[in-house]
């Protein structure tokens, strides 16, 4: 099939996967899964062959999980979990506590702190305990800042003030030891006030002993606009002790693509991969979906898309060649046009 000649052609070993070249660097090459796609047979078969680790696209999230409140529907997300445990994938857990996906029920209320702060120690506490052991990583808070390097205003912060972020941590650790605990976030990949007040807090959450193991960067990337110092910025979050990973990498395009948006976008990838095998604390890198035809980009970013690894079809694209030659420490191959 498509994948396995196109694998040949790009590299002089067997098959050559994402999975398999980044098994040769000791990280994980993942991806944001859908359990309602795995009717389409060629997901099934991209998302098993291709990707060493699943992150729920959305089934673990709280409006999805938690659509009650006390009352979980873990159907979709047991899904996802199956689906990993029956290809020896890992499972990174998604996403915990998040000012976006509350569940209805939150809707219009106030609460106070001492009763938020329980329904969090409460949700994290069930959720993290049912994937005990399952789920070996957890992005326990997603997007804690704005653009500014504020805090996001909203219920957690306003309710909470900084330490709703400490009482998830808290909270996850005790629910599981072992899994490592991640704050994710989007925006932090360059210098500037996000960068600086994400790394400000992870610090801070270090010095006074919460529990805090990896920092994710979201990597919802433009083409043409790699941030340059990306290497640097790992390198620094590593250097407070912590793992990183590239947690929701895309790189979108305006719409429609040309064979130099395409060879454009190889070229990025390669880069932002490349970054990643540069900082030994980080562990991976996971692109949010598989292929063009089942991406949140379109949706959320009007008049961009084509933001993945494989075309609608299916098939490879030239940022595909452009990874595996990341994941080989290769430079760039050359980009034929392939339609
Ligand atoms: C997105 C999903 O891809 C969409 O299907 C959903 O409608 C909205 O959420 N940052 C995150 C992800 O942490 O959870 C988001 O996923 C994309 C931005």
Known sequence: MAIAIFAMEASTAETVTLKSAAGQTQRDFGVAFEPTFLANPLYRELATSQFSSITPENAMKWDQIEPTQGSFDWKAADEVAAFAKSNDQKLRGHALVWEDHFP?????KRFAAATLKNLIEQHVGAVVSRYKGVVYAWDVVNEPFDDAGRWRAGLLHNTLGDGYVAIALRAARAADPDAKLYINEYGIEKSGPKFDALYRLVAALKASGVPIDGVGLQSHFIVGRVPPDLPAILAKFAALD???????????????????SLAQQATDYHFVVASCLAVARCVGV????????????????????????FDQRGDPKPAYAAVIGALQRLGLPAIEKRQ
């Not at 209805?104 to 219009?108: L, Q, Y």
């Not at 990973?245 to 790189?251: I, N």
């Open 286 to 309: 996971t692109t949010w979906g598989i292929s063009d035809d089942h991406s949140w980009i379109p949706t959320y970013f009007p008049g961009y898309g084509d933001a993945l690894l």
């Open 242 to 260: 912590i793992d990183v990973a590239l947690t929701e990498l895309d790189f979108r395009l305006s719409l429609p693509a040309t064979p130099e």
């Open 104 to 108: 209805d029920w939150f809707a219009g």
